[in-house]
């Protein structure tokens, strides 16, 4: 489990909190910042916002990527690369054949693909292009995931700033009654600040968190294609790994190259 967003998370509304509660009124003042018309103005609106620009199937799917962002990357870039120098080994050894008995204990399903077609003996140009098709796919299902957390912190500050103006108008109506000028204001005022806290405390996090995680996995995939198509032009293993450690930060190059190498 990746905690790193859960602690975020904890620290933002902590901070909040600790915010609201260290002026004179104290744990008092927490009281001050719940309005449940300023809920369903902000909360619900911006959530109907996003449900009305979505497929039902689509605000389901964005709904759970939020689940997404807790899970650790199974694999990383210098364990993908040594699977593929392994992998080369093997076929340099025993021949393009003994991969798809090595096949069989890899989990990896675009990996267990790519070597199937190598096996297969498809041309080279056509497994590039039916990895990257699938790559092409993959990423467009994370965008639109991502698009769905980008669109609620759109809407959530835009339905604040409609809360506000519901409640300047219904305050600015009664001003003949003082006593209504509070909570109308108050609705006005904790509007805004719940379409920033889904904004900033939510929804951008999320976003930006799923794009990272994105971009982690379509770079090990394009690794995998990369070090496929070596594998099936007959490279040297050592040659295989100089080029996929391009990939990689000249940190972890360094830690491969002090750790591990391809057989000649």
Known sequence: MDIASLIGFILG????????????????ALGNFGDVPSIFI??????????AAHTMA???????????????????????????????????????LALEEAANGIEDEFLKKGIMLVVDGTDPELVRGILETDLS???????????????????GPAWGMIGTLIGLVNMLKMLDDPSAIG???????????YGSLIANWLCNPVASKLKVNSDIEIML??????????????????????????FLSPKARNSMSETAGGEA
């Open 221 to 246: 995939k394009e690794v995998t294609v990369e070090g496929l198509l070596s594998i099936q032009a007959g490279e040297n293993p050592r040659v295989i790994e100089e080029k996929l450690k391009s």
């Open 42 to 51: 902000t909360i619900g609106g911006s959530i109907s916002g996003v449900l």
């Open 58 to 96: 689509d605000f389901i799917s964005g709904l759970k990527g939020f689940t997404l962002i807790f899970k650790a990357q199974k694999d990383n870039p210098e364990e993908v690369i040594r699977n593929i120098i392994d992998l080369s080994n093997v076929a340099r050894k025993e021949g393009l």
């Open 13 to 28: 509304i902590g901070m909040a909190f600790f915010g609201i509660v260290s002026g004179d009124q104290g744990a008092a």
């Open 137 to 155: 796919c993959i990423e467009t299902r994370h965008k639109g995931v991502i698009g769905f957390w980008e669109k609620w912190a759109e809407l």
């Open 183 to 193: 909570p109308n204001m108050a609705v006005a005022l904790l509007t805004t600040l």
